[in-house]
């Protein structure tokens, strides 16, 4: 029977093409726009580490207190650290694995001297951060503990780095030049892109744009007073780099691995153990204020999805909708146009649930066509995003297999939805009605 | 085989309550070919429609082939519907978008019938009434006549027990109305149980008998039908 | 105009009205909010940083290992930059008007104040920044060359004195007497009197959430010294392009060990900034006119149903005597009925969608204006919309009403 509808659906298409053009347009702009804004709202708001979003966590201390606070968030703590208490956090040493990490700016000069000197971004961390975040490496590994401990002149580069600075090749153990510095290359990362980039969203460029070029051990970092490149705020005007350092200014930022519910439990302990202390010292004056917040909590706090994102999601899918009653209302127009063979249907023997069969799948075809339609117009709609917004939303603007079941899907369901009621109105149609519209 | 006691439908709006048929009762017989007669406004065509069961009655029994029809749900009277009846409407009511083969096949996919007894079925009936030449054809493409005998094709192919025929020839000329009613009267001939409503007297002396309908009740005709004729308006 | 008819007409095509009525509701509220966040963002890229735009760029400058004689080699970047022909003037600061990064600071008019009364951005500049950036001195004095010192990213010493911009001033001193009164900002006890207001210099950042203090800035009088630092260059009129070029290679003719990161004009920074703020306009406007398009086509469907429904109806009218303008007429008002509903509809949800906005979003409330354009727009548009099937219902012949079905 479902093939038998089928047929009687496109017979009933093709009868009137300009009506059927006209729906499927209307659904298939709908279905364009709302899977456009969904594309880039599902990359922005996906779990970028999805295996492990639950183990990893941010922490966050107060080391200012209640009546200095630097930009209001939903309970007073900001999202970075001071070196104080990245140091005495690390030092503490309460996780399974953890890191305080920083960016910073350095000019690499390559060797090869026709190449003038770049600017790359380096990121100061712990060894600790390659297993932390599950960072797949193409040749070598990250720098060891001891590394860490002895302040080495050791960095992993990334493989764009790498085809830029050796053309690709395995460059463990070659050294690159670092504002006038050599540094070892102990490893090369594979290609590696999480979005967003959980651990570094202070700004909205290193969110979803390009990444970090190497890394190098935080101890060396803070030797070299290398200053920070992702913001720092402060409550005093610090002097020099030994005053950054033993200010209250916040710089780092400070992630945590605990494998299991017991272990958090355990460092949230810890970790209000710590501030208690700086409150026992003097140092802070006010009681223990912490938080640790996994990777889907930190995203939802920073507010990573952003607010022009969420109302081009909300006025797309307002479209849809106008989009779907306008269906609604043309599909209500053709079944009680055809209420005749409605009746006669009904006078040969046809149920009503027969005639809720073959105007539920005349929509579901409608809803197919559409969605098709749609689906080239979200290509279409993704290239204009790119065209028209800054680099680094681009990587937000790709479609993959899931997103084009769900534009399929959610043009069938919508519009078999917004057929719901004309159909309704078809099984009211009585057999006997066939006699009397004479 | 068809059988209505004391049957009542009442159409009621929001003042008054209209009788189409008061105590009404008719019983046809297996093999018969009964005309249904009345002038317009009489009731004769609710007869038809609950006859047929497409609407429900008020007060009274129906019993259409052995079985009580009152009181049962939409998706039986879909069903006897399909399975007992066949209907010839004045209109034809072919359905537009569908050829002569596809037109027969209607009722048949509603059956459930696989599609080897179906293309039997509709074979058949199209050489009934001698239209197997035609069987791609559009309704549009064919004339009054034709679309008629199409629309009894339909009817046949699912084997009713009882052909309801509504003025079968009125949207038709003198020359096709004749072939309609020849091919009406073969069907008869050949055993089919027919009711036929009409208000033209000349077509209701070809059935068997005539049961006259006046004011929504049969009424006895004392007199023969040929006086009947000048009594009533040629419409 | 008999509305009774019109009125049971609707009653009869219930749904079929609602569903027009919700979609010029939706569109409504869509529109409304819609033109007002294009406008706003259209407004926040045009908003003016005060400078002579035209004839800037900036370059982002940063050496290569840490040098101990950065001071010699940013004064001698400058002297060389002011001394080519297609320069008029450059300074070296941390960071300038649409750079998207810089400094924010707190700033208090009372020693040792806990809270802070504004915000404000802080530039750095010597003296003759104000010249190369062509911004308008309003009240006191410029900076002199003696009042400027030299200072890296931290140890500021305490500034003889600073320039605040017009907007800032009123802020902090709304009796107007900002002119020689102390401002507090890096040293919570020891102040920096002001010396000079200026119209108007903007604040680096150019997202919705700087906003707030675009207006407010600070100028500290410091040559500006750091291993990481940016030159702002004033060209000659019409040398902008030949300026930029011949600075990037007189820079690494002087020497080579540095990375010129950026160097862009102010015009490209502006258009750069602004970019995604644009793009938003444009897209909300795409989707506006299909919008609109949809539910144009939605209304000429389901009133071109109504008049095929009521085709002997309507021969039956003019067979009694309606001229042709009359049917017209009959379904225009039909269609303004339901637009007019739609049209009330819509603004509440506008108004509570933008309400919502506000809430959820950094937004600002609607403005009546809009809600009003939103609702002309939509009632010309379902009138339009309705034209050409009330066209098509006026040709029905008289002669319809004789035939009987």
């Known amino acids: 029977m479902f093939a038998y509808y089928l047929g009687l659906a496109l017979r009933s298409l093709k009868r009137n093409v300009m009506l059927t053009v006209l729906m499927i347009a209307a659904i298939g702009v709908g279905i364009g726009a709302s899977m456009t804004t969904l594309t880039v709202f599902r990359a922005m708001d996906g779990d970028p580490i999805p295996q492990k979003s639950a183990r990893l966590f941010a922490v966050q201390i107060d080391n200012w207190g209640p009546e200095n606070r630097s930009h209001p968030s939903s309970d007073g703590l900001d999202s970075m650290l001071s070196y104080t208490d990245g140091l005495g956090l690390m030092n503490a040493h309460a996780a399974h694995r953890q890191t305080a990490m920083y960016t910073t700016a350095m000019a690499l000069t390559p060797s090869a001297s026709q190449l003038k000197p770049f600017m790359v971004v380096a990121r100061a961390s712990y060894a600790d951060f390659f297993p932390m975040f599950d960072v797949p490496f193409r040749f070598g590994s990250q720098w060891s503990a001891a590394d860490d401990a002895a302040h080495a002149d050791v960095v992993v580069i990334t493989r764009e780095l790498n085809d830029k600075v050796f053309g690709g090749t395995d460059s463990v153990g070659k050294t690159v030049n670092l504002d006038d510095h050599e540094y070892r290359v102990a490893g090369v990362l594979d290609a590696w892109s999480p979005l967003p980039r959980f651990y570094d969203v202070h700004s909205s460029d290193k969110r979803f744009g390009k990444g970090d070029d190497l890394y190098l051990p935080f101890t060396r970092a803070i030797d070299g007073a290398m200053t920070t490149a992702g913001g720092m705020s402060c409550k005093d005007e610090p002097s020099g780099w030994e005053g950054i350092l033993h200010s209250e200014c916040i710089w780092l930022q400070f992630w945590v691995e605990l494998p299991d519910a017991a272990a958090v439990v355990r460092y949230r302990g810890a970790l209000n153990n710590y501030a208690a202390d700086q409150q026992r010292s003097g140092r802070f004056h006010w009681p223990p204020h912490t938080q640790l917040r996994d990777v889907r909590q930190w995203l939802i706090y920073q507010h990573v999805v952003s607010d022009e994102v969420h109302i081009l999601v909300l006025v797309s899918f307002s479209f849809l909708f106008v989009c779907l009653l306008n269906a609604m209302g043309l599909m209500l127009a053709k079944i009680v146009g055809r209420a005749g063979e409605i009746g006669v249907r009904r006078a040969l023997g046809a149920a009503r649930g027969a005639i809720v069969a073959q105007w539920l799948i005349e929509a579901g075809v409608i809803g197919f066509a559409g969605g098709l339609a749609g689906l080239a117009l979200t290509v279409l709609g993704l290239l204009g995003l790119r065209s028209l917004l800054s680099e680094s939303m681009i990587e937000l603007t790709r479609i993959d297999v899931a997103d084009v079941g769900i534009a399929i899907l959610l043009a069938v369901a919508a519009t078999v939805l917004a057929g719901l009621y004309p159909t309704w109105r078809a099984t009211q149609v009585q057999p006997a009605w066939a006699l009397k519209s004479q | ?235 | 105009m008999q509305l009774h008819p019109i009125l049971s007409a609707m009653r009869r095509n219930k749904v079929g009205a609602i569903v027009i009525c919700l979609q010029m509701a939706i569109t409504l509220a869509i529109l409304c909010n819609a033109l007002f966040i294009i406008d706003q963002r259209l407004a926040m890229s045009r908003r003016p940083t005060g400078t002579d735009e035209v004839a800037l760029f900036a370059i982002d400058n940063e050496w290569v290992g840490t040098p101990d004689d950065l001071s010699a080699r940013t004064r001698t970047d400058i002297a060389a930059l002011r001394t080519l022909p297609d320069v008029e003037n450059a300074y070296s600061t941390a960071s300038y008007p649409l750079a998207n990064g810089g400094w924010m600071q707190g700033i208090s008019i009372k020693p040792n104040q806990n809270d802070d009364t504004a915000t404000a951005s802080t530039y750095f500049g010597d003296e003759q920044m104000l010249r190369t950036l062509g911004l308008k001195l309003v009240a006191g004095r410029d900076f002199t060359s003696a009042d400027i010192g030299e200072r890296g990213a931290t140890d500021g010493p305490l500034s003889p004195g600073v320039i605040v911009t017009r907007a800032l001033a009123a802020k902090l001193f709304p009796d107007g007497s900002a002119l020689s009164r102390s401002i507090y900002i890096e040293y919570p006890d020891r102040g920096m009197p002001i010396v000079g207001i200026v119209d108007r210099l903007a604040a680096p950042w150019m997202t919705t959430n700087a906003a707030a203090y675009y207006d407010y800035s600070v100028i500290e009088p410091f040559r500006f010294v750091n291993k990481s630092s940016s030159y702002v260059v004033r060209a000659r009129p019409n040398r902008l392009a030949a300026a930029m070029r011949a600075a990037q290679a007189k820079l690494f003719e002087l020497n080579g060990a540095r990375v010129l990161r950026k160097v862009r004009s102010f015009a490209e920074l502006r258009t750069r900034g602004y970019r995604d703020d644009r793009g938003l306009a444009i897209i909300l406007s795409v989707v506006c006119a299909a919008l609109v398009a949809v539910t144009a086509f939605g209304i000429v469907g389901l009133t071109s149903y109504w008049v095929a429904q009521r085709r002997r109806q309507i021969g039956i009218r003019r067979a009694l005597g309606a001229t042709r303008g009359a049917i017209v007429r009959h379904f225009q008002t039909e269609n303004l009925l339901i637009a007019a509903t739609g049209a009330l509809l819509g603004i509440a949800l506008a108004m509570a969608a933008n309400l919502w906005m506000v809430s959820s979003f950094e937004m600002a409330r609607l403005h009546t204006v809009y809600a009003v354009i939103g609702a002309v727009i939509v009632l010309l548009l379902g009138q339009l919309a309705a034209l050409w099937p009330a066209l098509r219902a006026a040709s029905i012949p008289p002669a319809l009403a004789t035939r009987s079905a």
């Open chain 2, 1 to 235: 085989m068809l059988k209505m006691t004391n049957l009542s439908k009442a159409y009621r709006t929001e003042v008054v309550e209209t009788y189409a048929l008061r105590d009404f009762s008719i019983h046809v017989r297996e093999g018969e070919f009964v005309a249904v007669t009345g002038p317009s406004g009489s009731g004769k065509t609710t007869f038809l429609t609950i006859a047929g069961l497409l609407e429900e009655f008020t007060g009274g029994e129906y019993q259409l082939d052995g079985a009580n029809v009152r009181g049962l749900r939409d998706n039986q009277r879909s069903r006897l519907r399909n399975e007992k009846i066949g209907f010839i409407f004045q209109a034809f009511n072919l359905i537009p978008d569908l050829n002569v083969q596809d037109n027969i096949d209607v009722p048949l996919r509603y059956r459930g019938l696989n599609g080897a007894e179906r293309r039997r079925r509709i074979q058949e009936s199209l050489e009934r009434v001698g239209l197997s030449a035609r069987s791609r054809h559009y309704p549009a493409e064919l004339s009054g006549g034709q679309q008629q005998r199409v629309a009894i094709a339909r009817a046949l192919a699912g084997s009713p027990r009882v052909l309801l025929a509504d003025e079968p020839t009125g949207n038709l000329d003198t020359h096709m109305a004749r072939g309609v009613m020849e091919l009406i009267e073969e069907l008869h001939r050949d055993g089919a149980t027919i009711v036929m409503v009409t208000h033209d007297p000349e077509l209701a002396v070809r059935a068997q008998r005539e049961v006259h309908v006046v004011d929504g009740q049969v009424v006895d005709l004392m007199v023969p039908p040929r006086a009947v004729v000048g009594a009533h308006a040629r419409v």
